[in-house]
């Protein structure tokens, strides 16, 4: 947009274009302080005829937000600090810290980036299922799944005789699971089902612990087995893990 | 039975271990199991390696072992037979893992003063999908959990060990690893 199509506004200590103004405001030649805006705009506006250039309304219509916009940035106070008013030293520090923290993300984003790559490759390498005979197959030996839930239930009754309490504290499957391993590496000649849990044990460790152990026997990590019918149900710590 | 019919005869005993084993055997177990040094046992393994290199199989030296795999470019055909890998770890998962790789044994606090995001979620499926294990607690207030890589973790990057992690910003790894815990039991 050309200074020809530039309105031509006057105010104290200036009269020409207003796109004059706006370059002179910029560069400090004209106290945008001492410029009384709202009637430049005013003058502007009753000047107008009934016949609008739209072109030039919106030239001047710009260059009057331009100039709002800069006198009121000498208005008004500089950008407060932050409220708590925190030393320049004390901001500097938490810049840093700041940078610091964004720089550690970064490189830890790199860094998953090229685990992603290494997974990529060895997700396409196999090996040899440990066990084909049973892969897909839970190392239930001489029973069932229903054998085991009923070995369960029994359990679980002789748990319900007892009076109902609270766990001293939140017991998880995942403990109960490490549980179970452990006493399963104390015994390689295996433990018997009932032994896994206390007599005293309120019911919902019963339940968790026996919810820890079919977790334990889907990813192999406990085989169980019953060598005759009705017989004793014996853990054995399984093979691999994963 | 001269050498060399000695060593053809080793090799193939090897072979056999590592395809009985399916996973990563470590060398000791199959020094052992060849009734000869760990020496001799890696000479072995190097020379399976080349007699495998214009095959489908190779052996890779993984998590503590070395195990007999497929190589990475026929998995095509593969997963045509078996079933394919479990789904690769989304990049918030990634994240949390890289963390607690490299700054193991770490607590969920620490992951997410890095990842500036909770993490809870991510850590709670690495523990389920066994990449990351619970070893201990934090001395100090609210005793956290602390977490550390597992065996299979190693086994699902293809690592050797912790040190083979990518380098980062190219400071070893090891300059950075904590003070590891000593192995639990129930980790074989």
């Known amino acids: ?242 | 039975m001269t050498e060399a019919d000695r060593r053809h005869t080793l090799c193939c005993a090897l072979e056999c271990l590592l395809f009985a084993g399916g996973g990563p055997v470590p060398l000791r177990k199959l020094a052992a199991a060849l009734q000869c040094s760990e020496e001799e046992t890696e000479s072995l393994l190097a020379q399976l390696q080349l007699d495998y290199r214009s095959r489908g199989l190779m052996v890779q030296q993984v998590a503590g072992g070395y195990q007999l795999c497929t190589r990475p470019e026929y998995a095509e055909y593969v997963t045509r037979l078996v079933a394919a890998q479990p789904e690769p770890l989304s990049r918030a998962a990634l994240e949390t893992l890289a963390v607690v790789a490299y700054r193991q044994p770490v607590t969920r606090a620490e992951v997410e003063a890095v990842r500036g995001a909770r993490s809870d979620h991510h850590l709670r499926r690495l523990l389920e999908r066994n990449l990351i294990r619970e070893v201990g607690r934090k001395p100090g207030p609210g005793a956290p959990i602390l977490y550390a890589t597992t065996e299979v973790f190693l086994r699902h990057f293809g690592l050797r060990d912790l040190s083979d992690l990518p380098p980062l910003e190219g400071r070893r790894v090891q300059d950075m690893l904590g003070n590891r815990p000593a192995e639990e039991s129930e980790e074989r």
Request: proline fraction near 7%.
């Open chain 1, 1 to 242: 947009m050309s200074d020809a199509r530039s309105p031509i506004v006057r105010v104290a200590g200036f009269e020409g274009p207003v796109q004059e103004l706006v370059r002179r405001a910029h560069a400090g030649e004209v106290d945008l302080r001492e410029v009384d805006l709202s009637s430049m705009v005013r003058s502007y506006l009753d000047a107008l005829g009934p016949e609008v250039d739209l072109e030039e309304a919106t030239e001047f219509l710009w260059a009057a937000a331009v100039l709002v916009e800069l006198k009121s940035k000498l208005l008004l106070p500089p950008k407060p600090s932050p409220p708590e008013a925190v030393g320049e030293e004390e901001a500097a520090d938490l810049e840093e810290r700041l940078r610091q923290q964004v720089e550690e993300y970064r490189v830890f984003r790199e860094a998953a980036e090229a685990l992603a790559a290494l997974e990529a490759v060895q997700r396409r390498v196999f090996t040899r299922p440990p066990d084909e005979a049973s892969a897909g197959e839970l190392p239930l030996v001489g029973l069932t799944a229903e054998d085991l839930f009923a070995a369960f239930r029994r359990v679980l009754e002789r748990s319900e005789q007892r009076v109902e309490e609270v766990p001293p504290e939140g017991v998880t499957v995942a403990d109960r699971m490490r549980a179970i391993l452990a006493t399963l590496a104390a015994s390689p000649q295996g433990v018997l089902f009932e032994d896994l849990f206390e007599p005293a044990s309120p019911r919902i460790v019963v339940i968790v612990t026996f919810l820890a152990l079919l977790e334990l026997v889907r990813r192999r990590r406990v085989r169980v087995a019953q060598t005759e019918p009705f017989g004793p149900i014996r853990l054995y710590a399984g093979g691999r893990d994963g």
